[in-house]
């Protein structure tokens, strides 16, 4: 249980939780549509044998898990549903949930709140956007501003199902438990009523790996005052129930602080139509280009979408066997990945693209790029992924010594830049 809550999977803020089909977000493959199947009138029934079954999810009876003593009894129940709650979790943390979801978190270990100090930034009104935060210093890429454990946890199914009065009244003791500095910053985000500021504000997490009964809703109450820029200067991630941002630029004092509450990587009025689906008109620097700019701007977008699918199809077809001949990839693609990447300031995006650069001029015997690449790799994998990234440990062997990596010069060929030598290498596992 605890290895699925750390590996738990998350998406963008809430709203879109009920369209789950549209949503295009960095988590893995999106779930299809919650409600894509009718639902019984009455609330509180899933997890009956019936509609697990519906779902196509394997049916477990309820069972008393006891969770550690430092959790409170449950307050409330409604059927499977409790209020569960710890104020000595970090600044407290709430949970409307079943029993089995509220062990599993109770039993996960959570980090503590970290970040820079938080006079580096303060709240401030942003034309157009409400609250947001600006920058008081200079903060460097690869700072982290906040880690946060969620404070407010509710399985999807209240959420979506129980009748408005009622949910009302159930978020609010859930919020009640909390210590006060908790509820003070819950109550001062963007909403009007409890269940709106949990709509407006929440991140989707998945504490069972993909099974659609363990979305629940996130709340981070001092993550929510960070706006959405299209090309943002903050990454996020939410691991182990928290949620991280990252500078990934310097960003001077007076700038605004941004998270991308989409996928940037798509046209403007592509992100602008999924940004409606949040209630809003993005305002942000990239949204409000000149016709000119913007369109320059999807050009580029393209461009990426398609050199990334050729570079794709091209190694998935060559990489299976010892190959050396060509076969349509060019030393250059990886490099001019990263530069239209650059070019439309997607930084907090950036580590995919330089680890496929840094392997494809590896492949190419490039070494002095392979360098470059695989060391810029090491660096993007730390800030949007974390330092337990799957990759970050290949990079650093190829930044160190691309001749003893696996990937060197596996694509050299007679006229390669081998200059003559024939590699037949074979790409190692
Ligand atoms: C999570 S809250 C962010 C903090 C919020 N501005 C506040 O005052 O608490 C999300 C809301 O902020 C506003 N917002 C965030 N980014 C925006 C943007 N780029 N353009 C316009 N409004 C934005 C929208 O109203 C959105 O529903």
């Given at each position: 249980?605890?290895?699925?809550?750390s590996?738990?999977?998350?998406?963008?803020?809430?709203?879109?939780?009920?369209?789950?089909?549209?949503?295009?977000?960095?988590?893995?493959?999106?779930?299809?549509?919650?409600?894509?199947?009718?639902?019984?009138?009455?609330?509180?029934?899933?997890?009956?044998p019936?509609?697990?079954?519906?779902?196509?999810?394997?049916?477990?009876?309820?069972?008393?898990?006891?969770?550690?003593?430092?959790?409170?009894?449950?307050k409330?129940?409604?059927?499977?549903?409790c209020?569960?709650?710890?104020?000595?979790?970090?600044?407290?943390?709430?949970?409307?949930?079943?029993?089995?979801?509220?062990?599993?978190?109770?039993?996960?270990?959570?980090?503590?709140?970290?970040?820079?100090?938080?006079?580096?930034?303060?709240?401030a009104?942003?034309?157009?956007?409400?609250?947001?935060?600006?920058?008081?210093?200079?903060?460097?890429?690869?700072?982290?501003?906040?880690?946060?454990?969620?404070?407010?946890?509710?399985?999807?199914?209240?959420?979506l199902?129980?009748?408005?009065?009622?949910?009302?009244?159930?978020?609010?003791?859930?919020?009640?438990?909390?210590?006060?500095?908790?509820?003070?910053?819950?109550?001062?985000?963007?909403?009007?009523?409890?269940?709106?500021?949990?709509?407006?504000?929440?991140?989707?997490?998945?504490?069972d790996?993909?099974?659609?009964?363990?979305?629940?809703?996130?709340?981070?109450?001092?993550?929510?005052?960070?706006?959405?820029?299209?090309?943002?200067?903050?990454?996020?991630?939410?691991?182990?129930?928290?949620?991280t941002?990252v500078?990934?630029?310097?960003?001077?004092?007076?700038?605004?602080?941004?998270?991308?509450?989409?996928?940037?990587?798509?046209?403007r009025?592509?992100?602008?139509?999924?940004?409606?689906?949040?209630?809003?008109?993005?305002?942000?620097?990239?949204?409000?280009?000149?016709?000119?700019?913007?369109?320059?701007?999807?050009?580029?977008?393209?461009?990426?979408?398609?050199?990334?699918?050729?570079?794709?199809?091209?190694?998935?077809?060559?990489?299976?066997?010892?190959d050396?001949?060509?076969?349509?990839?060019r030393?250059?693609?990886?490099?001019?990945?990263?530069?239209?990447?650059?070019?439309?300031?997607?930084?907090?995006?950036?580590?995919?693209?330089?680890?496929?650069?840094?392997?494809?001029?590896?492949?190419?015997?490039?070494?002095?790029?392979?360098?470059?690449?695989?060391?810029?790799?090491?660096?993007?994998?730390?800030?949007?992924?974390?330092?337990?990234a799957?990759?970050?440990?290949?990079?650093?062997?190829?930044?160190?010594?691309?001749?003893?990596?696996w990937?060197?010069?596996?694509?050299?060929?007679?006229?390669?830049?081998?200059?003559?030598?024939?590699?037949?290498?074979?790409?190692?596992?």
């Amino acid at each position: 249980l605890q290895e699925h809550a750390s590996t738990a999977k998350s998406c963008s803020w809430s709203p879109l939780l009920i369209r789950e089909h549209q949503l295009t977000c960095t988590a893995p493959p999106l779930l299809p549509l919650l409600e894509a199947k009718p639902r019984p009138a009455t609330l509180f029934n899933v997890g009956t044998p019936e509609l697990m079954k519906e779902y196509g999810e394997r049916y477990e009876p309820p069972k008393a898990y006891d969770l550690p003593a430092s959790w409170e009894e449950p307050k409330q129940c409604f059927t499977e549903f409790c209020l569960y709650s710890n104020p000595d979790v970090d600044e407290g943390m709430s949970l409307l949930t079943t029993n089995r979801y509220a062990y599993l978190v109770a039993t996960s270990p959570v980090p503590k709140s970290a970040g820079i100090e938080s006079t580096a930034y303060r709240a401030a009104e942003v034309p157009g956007k409400g609250v947001g935060l600006i920058a008081n210093r200079l903060i460097r890429k690869g700072e982290i501003i906040m880690q946060r454990p969620a404070a407010l946890l509710i399985q999807s199914t209240p959420h979506l199902d129980l009748d408005p009065e009622l949910r009302e009244e159930v978020y609010q003791s859930a919020i009640d438990q909390l210590p006060a500095a908790t509820k003070a910053r819950f109550m001062s985000q963007m909403g009007d009523t409890v269940y709106d500021r949990t709509e407006k504000n929440a991140f989707r997490i998945y504490l069972d790996g993909d099974r659609k009964h363990s979305t629940h809703l996130g709340l981070f109450p001092e993550v929510s005052k960070i706006n959405h820029d299209c090309r943002p200067n903050l990454h996020y991630r939410i691991a182990n129930l928290t949620h991280t941002t990252v500078a990934v630029r310097d960003i001077p004092a007076g700038e605004e602080l941004s998270v991308s509450y989409i996928y940037g990587k798509s046209s403007r009025s592509d992100r602008q139509s999924q940004l409606h689906e949040w209630g809003f008109n993005c305002t942000c620097s990239q949204c409000t280009l000149p016709a000119r700019e913007s369109g320059a701007s999807d050009v580029r977008i393209r461009q990426i979408q398609a050199l990334e699918e050729e570079i794709e199809a091209l190694m998935s077809s060559s990489s299976s066997s010892v190959d050396t001949s060509n076969k349509g990839i060019r030393p250059e693609m990886g490099g001019k990945l990263v530069e239209l990447f650059l070019a439309e300031r997607l930084d907090a995006y950036l580590a995919p693209s330089y680890t496929r650069a840094a392997l494809i001029y590896s492949m190419f015997g490039h070494e002095a790029r392979a360098r470059e690449y695989a060391g810029e790799a090491v660096g993007a994998l730390e800030r949007e992924v974390g330092l337990q990234a799957r990759d970050i440990e290949s990079m650093r062997r190829l930044a160190e010594n691309p001749k003893a990596h696996w990937s060197w010069a596996v694509k050299v060929t007679s006229r390669g830049p081998g200059g003559g030598k024939n590699k037949t290498q074979g790409v190692a596992k």
